[in-house]
């Protein structure tokens, strides 16, 4: 006969589950870009799995195949690309034909003049430089590291899609709250992630057209890769694409091409930074409204764990954690409502 209670054993079992979870948590945690990156590509292709498998009758093995395919090509493949394009163009920059050098003597004699700032231009490039170099360090692992995430993130999609039903029923077994709050949930974490994901990555395409667009319309060298370099840093709260204008300008001014920095200033900061907030209204209409505060401290979050994937997961995390508070009070405050009406039943 045992010496404990049933709640005492159900106790020792909660602690035992907690510390083994906490364990598997710290040796998972390498593989933690896989996991989001696996829930944020199933959050996104379900609708289109289920009406291939469910309203056409596919083979669940061949659509889920046809996804990873997909998603390769369109997302992973291209970023991946585009990424390492950017890190040899910066690292090249000083044997490129860019006149590097005569622009830095005519920046710092601008700025030192203007601004008070002698040094400008070399200590901007030194914080861009370290910048760089902390938003992709991912990108500048090992190939079997990057090799590695795809395949367990890979692995874990197909078999996330193909079991769907059997995955998304377990999901709500074993949540923490009831099942109306966890459907709840479910649809919140869709919202936020098609807020965060495709509604900030076509305010990052936009705004990276129209940057380099503007370069090439106003004779900035190399336009393509600055609007790459706008796109990317689009993610970013606060700074944004149009900021790129701002040192371009400078660069027009210290050649005497007054009047084209000043065109290109208010281009930026103006026509580009008003169209980021135009597509943010129509997307938040359309999807979810992902606050301000929510996108700043996410980056903030994301960056020192994944590098540049952190300008996504980043505030996905943020926003996933606020839902779970919501989710919880939610079900707190019915929890000590119907406790209050049993309370006033039994008296």
């Known amino acids: ?25 710290y040796a998972l945690s390498g593989l933690f870009s896989s996991i989001l990156g696996a829930i944020i590509l199933f959050t996104l292709f379900r609708p289109f799995y289920l009406y291939l498998v469910e309203k056409k009758n596919w083979n669940k093995s061949a659509v889920a195949l046809m996804i990873i395919f997909i998603s390769l090509v369109v997302i992973i493949l291209p ?49 861009l430089g370290t910048y760089a170099t902390d938003l992709f360090p991912s990108i500048l692992g090992s190939a079997a590291s990057i090799i590695l995430t795809l395949l367990v ?21 074993y949540a923490p709250f009831r099942e109306q709050y966890a459907l709840k949930f479910a649809l919140a974490l869709r919202d936020c ?3 965060n994901v495709l509604g900030q990555g076509i305010i990052a395409i936009t705004q990276g057209i129209l940057l380099a667009n503007g370069f090439w319309i106003f004779g900035i060298p190399d336009p393509v890769f600055w609007g790459i370099i706008g796109a990317f840093i689009s993610f970013l709260p606060v700074v944004g694409a149009p900021t790129l204008c701002i040192p371009a300008s400078i660069v027009l001014f210290a050649n005497d091409h007054t009047l084209k ?27 979810a409204n992902t606050h301000p505060i929510i996108s700043v401290v996410g980056v903030f979050i994301g960056l020192p764990l994944f590098g540049i994937l952190g ?3 980043g505030p996905l995390l943020l926003s996933y954690f606020l839902l779970l508070l919501e989710i919880y009070e939610t079900n707190r405050l019915a929890a000590d409502r119907l406790d209050r009406i049993r309370n006033a039943g039994e008296d």
């Open 261 to 287: 920095g000043i065109l290109l200033l208010a281009y930026g900061l103006l026509f580009i930074g008003n169209i980021d907030n135009v597509l943010r209204m129509i997307i938040n209409r359309r999807i």
């Open 79 to 127: 970023f991946l690309s585009l990424s390492f394009m950017v890190i040899g163009k910066i690292s090249g920059i000083n044997r490129s034909t860019l006149p590097i050098q005569a622009w830095q003597t005519k920046i710092d004699t601008f700025a030192g003049s203007h601004l008070n700032q002698p040094h400008f231009f070399e200590n901007t490039i030194q914080k």
């Open 193 to 195: 992630t098609y807020s």
């Open 311 to 313: 300008l996504v997961f």
């Open 153 to 173: 993130l890979y692995f874990l999609l197909y078999f996330m899609l193909t079991q769907i039903r059997e995955f998304e029923a377990g999901l709500l077994r």
């Open 1 to 25: 006969m045992s010496v404990f209670t049933h709640k005492q054993n159900n106790n020792i079992i909660l602690v035992s589950i907690i510390v083994l979870g906490c364990f598997l948590l």
